[in-house]
């Protein structure tokens, strides 16, 4: 028994290896268009049933949801074809951005038609539509867009094709060469600052949404004060990594970890709100509608898996 636990060990260590690897290289397309996928359906529920409380009052409440799931059909297209990463894949998430950013401007044409509008600022953010909510939609999508840009991981040496650079023949031609390099470098593995900004970005907005949420609830458990002082914390470490590569493989790793599992704990507290909620299991449906977001938690571990991320590629050559 010793010698086979040893040995499944040594094996699991050299999985872990290859994986992290494969990952500094650049050639993780097909994982991450897979994930892609999976975070896409979790926000598209979540956004479904937020706008399923405001009756899909306007037609464009619809547009996350479509998005959401033409999205994840293009994540598991771009998982199973290199040439639908490169192309499906990379247009429905860059659409999806755009849709993100609409959404955003959506959310605050609804704080500031409520009563007093921005002059009553934190209680029209806690009482209105959530500010940041589809900010945090557009996560997926980014995702999406990087990972079009990846090599596959049975890839044996690094790509320097270029069919990923049709943009670049339209721009200037130091604004293209820009965005031939910036490409090379994702292909390379090479872009730990971009995802070290979108980490702490990402973990503000989550902790921000987790603020207001909680705050509604009059923060009843200890436990939903977590995320609002890991995101903070989060957001710090991914800013200092820009700078510094030691955070980015220090601090980074050990702040996203936690706030992967934060997340986990927190997903396990909103689910059972929900059972809690009368009727139970009975009325779930109506339980998930109208009680805690339940896949709310799960977009804040969304930050710490690009916090993770970022700590295990490599920076952009200088």
């Not at 892609?36 to 949801?65: C, D, F, I, N, W």
């Not at 998982?79 to 990463?85: D, E, M, N, T």
């Not at 490169?86 to 755009?98: C, D, K, M, P």
């Not at 044996?156 to 820009?178: I, M, N, Q, W, Y």
């Amino acid at each position: 028994m010793p010698k086979q636990s040893a040995l499944a060990v040594r094996h699991a260590r050299q999985d872990l290896e290859v994986v992290v690897s494969h990952v500094r290289d650049g050639q993780f397309q097909r994982s991450l268009s897979l994930l892609t996928a999976a975070t896409s359906v979790l926000s598209g529920l979540e956004v479904a049933y937020e706008h399923y409380r405001g009756s899909y009052s306007q037609r464009v409440m619809y547009t996350p949801v479509i998005m959401s799931a033409v999205l994840a059909l293009a994540g598991i297209a771009g998982f199973v074809s290199a040439r639908a990463a490169r192309s499906v894949l990379r247009l429905v998430s860059a659409v999806t951005l755009v849709d993100a950013g609409v959404g955003f401007y959506f959310h605050i044409r609804g704080i500031n038609r409520k009563p007093g509008g921005w002059r009553l600022p934190m209680t029209n953010m806690i009482m209105g539509p959530p500010i940041f909510a589809p900010l945090l939609f557009g996560t997926s999508a980014y995702l999406g867009l990087i990972a079009s840009y990846l090599q596959r991981e049975e890839a044996c040496h690094v790509l320097t094709s270029g069919k990923d650079t049709l943009l670049a023949r339209f721009l200037p031609s130091r604004e293209g060469r820009r965005l031939l390099s910036m490409e090379q470098d994702i292909r390379e593995g090479r872009f730990q600052r971009q995802v070290a900004i979108v980490t702490g970005v990402s973990a503000l907005l989550s902790g921000f949404e987790a603020f207001y949420s909680h705050y509604k609830n009059n923060f009843r458990y200890a436990a939903q004060w977590t995320p609002i002082i890991l995101a903070p914390a989060l957001a710090a470490a991914a800013f200092a990594s820009v700078k510094s590569r030691k955070v980015a493989t220090t601090a980074l790793p050990a702040l996203s970890m936690l706030a992967a599992a934060d997340a986990a704990v927190g997903f396990y507290y909103h689910s059972r709100g929900v059972l809690r909620r009368p009727g139970g299991t009975k009325h779930l449906l109506y339980n998930v509608l109208y009680g805690p977001p339940i896949f709310a938690p799960l977009l804040f571990g969304a930050a710490g898996m690009l916090g993770m991320l970022a700590s295990l590629l490599r920076r952009k050559r200088k």
